[in-house]
Nanobody, 119 residues
Framework: QAHLVESGGGSVQPGGSLRLSCVASGFPFSNYAMSWYRQAPGKERELVAKITTTGRESDYLASVKGRFTISRDNAKNTVYLQMNDLKPEDTAVYYC????????????WGQGTQVTVSS
C-alpha cells in the first residue's frame, strides 16, 4: 500500500527557513515524478515545485523561485523542499504528491504538514 509521509513543518518568523521531507513507501519511488503543493485557508491548492524522476529537472511557482529548492534522494525514497527567506504568504499546509511515469496512471498524496510564518 502506497504511503507518503511529510514532516518538517512548523512555525517560523519571516526570513526563517524550514526543510520539508516526504518519505515514500509501498511503490517504486524512482518511477514517480514528485511535487510539493500547498493550500492556504480559503484558497485553492497550488503547485509549489516539481521534480523529475531522476532529479535532473525541476520547476517552481514564480513566487518561490530563488527561495525554495526541491530535491530527491531515490536511495532513501525521499523528496525534500528547502524553504528559505520564508514570508507570511507562504503559510499553508504543504503536501507531497507522487505521479507514476510508467505503467498505470497512479497518483499518491501525503497527509500534509503545516507551515506557519508569523512574527
Amino acid at each position: 500500500q502506497a504511503h507518503l509521509v511529510e514532516s518538517g513543518g512548523g512555525s517560523v518568523q519571516p526570513g526563517g527557513s524550514l526543510r520539508l521531507s516526504c518519505v515514500a513507501s509501498g511503490f517504486p519511488f524512482s518511477n514517480y515524478a514528485m511535487s510539493w503543493y500547498r493550500q492556504a485557508p480559503g484558497k485553492e491548492r497550488e503547485l509549489v515545485a516539481k521534480i523529475t524522476t531522476t532529479g535532473r529537472e525541476s520547476d517552481y511557482l514564480a513566487s518561490v523561485k530563488g527561495r525554495f529548492t526541491i530535491s530527491r534522494d531515490n536511495a532513501k525514497n525521499t523528496v525534500y523542499l528547502q524553504m528559505n527567506d520564508l514570508k507570511p504568504e507562504d503559510t499553508a499546509v504543504y503536501y507531497c504528491k507522487a505521479v507514476a511515469t510508467r505503467g498505470r496512471a497512479l497518483i499518491h498524496w501525503g497527509q500534509g504538514t503545516q507551515v506557519t510564518v508569523s512574527s
